[in-house]
């Protein structure tokens, strides 16, 4: 059973900073892309900030140059800086893994795509 487990989110004023991180445990072949989307009250989730297996990253226009995404293979952990943020970040960000895992008893390896539970970011003064 895989498991995504979320952490980093709160209450911030305008302009400051916070970690997010997401910790992937369970029987796992391989961790492929992790990302980060979030959605806002009324709006449709949308994507934050991607990161391949490869280390390369996309980020939406909205928070580029602001956030940066980054992950530790060894603690299969995936995280999100948020620096300069704004009211408009107020949202739910969610974690997002596409990884391989052991299927069926034989244990062959399929494609998974898991979210997390959702973590609470609210920028207010």
């Known amino acids: 059973q895989v498991q995504l487990v979320e952490s980093g989110g709160g209450l911030v004023q305008p302009g400051g900073s916070l970690r997010l991180s997401c910790v992937i445990s369970?029987?796992?072949?391989?961790?492929?892309?992790m990302g980060w989307y979030r959605q806002a009250p009324e709006k449709q989730r949308e994507l934050v900030a991607t990161?391949?297996?490869?280390?390369?990253?996309n980020y939406a226009d909205s928070v580029k140059g602001r956030f940066t995404i980054s992950r530790d293979n060894a603690k299969s952990t995936v995280y999100l800086q948020m620096n300069s943020l704004k009211p408009e970040d107020t949202a739910v960000y969610y974690c997002?893994?596409?990884?391989?895992?052991?299927?069926?008893?034989?244990?062959?390896?399929?494609?998974?795509?898991?979210w997390g539970q959702g973590t609470q970011v609210t920028v207010s003064s």
């Open positions: 990161i391949t297996s490869g280390g390369n990253t």
């Open positions: 369970g029987s796992i072949f391989s961790i492929n892309a």
């Open positions: 997002n893994v596409d990884l391989t895992a052991p299927f069926g008893i034989m244990r062959y390896p399929r494609r998974y795509d898991y």
